[in-house]
């Protein structure tokens, strides 16, 4: 492990659980000075007014999934770029080479999504 | 002090609470700025009544929500419903503590900060999709996902943005990208002096106004917010949330919008750093403290000229539809910013010089701006009274606007006939 590395993550968990407490003492607080009235009518979800139906929750259009999975490529392909950045100056020509080629594998990926209409919201 | 030990996790453990309270009050005075901005672009006075000029109002407002029951649909998912908020505010704050306000002044940098807030900042997007799932409401369902879809299209260009930033400074710690760094490789030496004199802005103009609009999308701001526009969605996935709550949801907003704000400006505006060092200007030697107190006002000057600029946004502009926003940013934003990335990569690799950055970018943001501009043109031209008119001639007839009705019964009539 480099110097100070479990000194620099659990600086990370600190201030996760420091934000945890300081959320929960904010709803602490709301719950002491709050009323607590609960009826019927507060316990319906809102939907312009009239009674929700059985089924509450809505159907989904299935473009959203199509994003989701180009994002997960992307986010994937950035993974693999950061290490790139800083290293292939040092590195011979060929990383450098072989990076412009898996971009333009990617971006050709994205052409051909775009040609497929994917990107296009209809 | 590399071991770990318990006087570091008290340091450590005041100052994060330090660090929250004092985010809430920059949040406080973010709502205050941004009422008070709206107000006065739409020629209202805006809050006036509670202290001078309004300035206790976000304090009111806080005993408000505060006070405010807490409200949850019976059939929504207790535990899940409850936890939502969390999620959201907990990874909106955790990037904050590598973010460095002055030199020297943060609270636990990271060698991998540029990932760092990049990878955290995304983890809100879990939070979101909770609330709108487990509040078992149609329009928070459809914002939840909404604010999905919408923020993983915009990540892509702010990462792609900071790897730009990355491969310039030749580090992922934020700190160099301010005061400089540099790498020796065989013969070569990389300088990289910061930028104090020569703002990234000036260097990569393209990707500043990615950034810009990635960031203002990822905080779904208008004209980016579809995920809880109020005449779409109603309130999206914060529709069911009441009293403290809602108030940690409208936390989190402010959280990241002042975190956008930020790295806008370390990333592209200088950060800290005075055009030229406090000592010239003032002619006098400085002390530590008051160098950092000089360099915070300086970050914070700057930050909240952006954030002005983000309600100014708020104020002018309509709202996109969903297949706008999705088109502008797979179709504009992404291609651009991997030839931004690609162009810091050539540029670097065969040494050119850093001018030919701008000198080519400049160019290709304007061609792009005109084109998209272009498009949506002709989008524009056959719109429904186009396609009426079209219709009409087709027809036969040469009425190119129907008349008005003299009458109900004949505009009822009229209605009955098509």
Known sequence: MPEGFDMKWAAVAIAASVGVVAILGMFMTSWM??????????????????PPREYRWSQINIRYYIFGL????????AVFLFPWTVTFLKSPAIVFYEMLVFLGILLFGLLFAWRKGALDWR | MNEFNWTFVAIAVLGL??????????VLSLTWYERKMLARIQMRVGPSRVGPHGLLQPVADVFKLMAKEDVRPDVSSKSLFWIAPVLVLVPAFLVWITIPFADGLVVQPQDLGLLYVVAISTLGIVGLLLAGYTSASKYSVLGG?????????YEIPIIVVVLAIAIL????DLRDVITGNEVVIGERVITFNGQGAIPFAAIMPLGAVIFLIAGLAELGRTPFDIHHAESEVVGGPFLEYSGAHWAVFFLAEYFNTFVIAALTVLLFFGGWSWPSPPESIFGTALEEWQTDALGVAWFLFKT?????????FRGTY???RIDQLMAFGWQILIPLSFVNLILMAIVMFYEWPLWAMPAISVPLLAATAYLAARRNDRKVNTGS??????????????????????TYEEAGARGAGN
């Open chain 2, 385 to 406: 009274v186009t396609l009426y008119r079209r219709q009409k001639r087709a027809d036969g007839g040469n009425e190119l606007v129907p008349p008005a009705a003299a």
């Open chain 2, 169 to 172: 400074v030749q580090s992922l």
């Open chain 2, 17 to 26: 609470f330090g660090l929250f309270s004092f985010l809430a009050t920059v």
């Open chain 2, 318 to 320: 309509p709202r996109l």
């Open chain 2, 304 to 312: 909240y000229l952006v954030i002005g600029l983000f309600f100014w």
């Open chain 1, 70 to 77: 180009l994002f997960l490529i992307f986010d994937v392909e």
């Open chain 2, 145 to 153: 996902i909404r604010a999905a879809a919408q923020l993983v299209s």
């Open chain 1, 33 to 50: 000075i709050s009323p607590k009235r609960p009826s019927a009518q507060k316990g319906i979800a809102y939907e312009s007014g009239i």
